[in-house]
């Protein structure tokens, strides 16, 4: 299921979204899904992940999970992940500064994100 990275942490907001997101009975048509993914370093820019993108929605999510909307966020900034949604037809819904906070090791305040979402066909 999908977080709804674009309402506030801990908002009546989020927790009602999410909510009715998940009440919905598997494989109706208006379930919001996300999808997040890390790869290693030593294997980005080289198209690995755009096509790992691409297989599940293809080859997993429309066929075994009747997928409409898949939403996705990334750090702004992190041209990678930018890169990989784009090439997948995700569009920009908005960027939402000083949003979420990072790590605690990371060592940083709130960072801005970008949510992306992806309805239809390749």
């Known amino acids: 299921m999908y977080l709804f990275y674009?309402?506030?942490?801990?908002?009546?907001?989020?927790?009602?979204?999410?909510?009715?997101?998940?009440d919905l009975p598997t494989g109706h048509k208006d379930i919001i899904w996300g999808i997040g993914y890390y790869l290693s370093p030593t294997q980005q820019s080289r198209?690995?992940?755009?096509?790992?993108?691409?297989?599940?929605?293809?080859?997993?999510?429309?066929?075994?999970?009747?997928?409409?909307?898949?939403?996705?966020?990334?750090?702004?900034?992190?041209?990678?992940?930018?890169?990989?949604l784009e090439k997948n037809k995700?569009?920009?819904?908005?960027?939402?500064?000083?949003?979420?906070?990072?790590?605690?090791n990371k060592g940083r305040g709130k960072m801005s994100i970008v949510v992306v979402e992806w309805k239809g066909l390749l």
């Open 47 to 84: 198209g690995v992940m755009s096509v790992a993108v691409r297989t599940v929605i293809q080859e997993w999510a429309i066929p075994r999970m009747n997928l409409h909307l898949l939403k996705s966020s990334f750090f702004v900034g992190n041209t990678g992940s930018s890169k990989v």
């Open 90 to 104: 995700f569009e920009e819904i908005g960027t939402f500064k000083d949003w979420t906070p990072a790590s605690p």
């Open 6 to 22: 674009e309402l506030r942490p801990n908002s009546p907001e989020l927790a009602l979204a999410q909510k009715q997101n998940n």
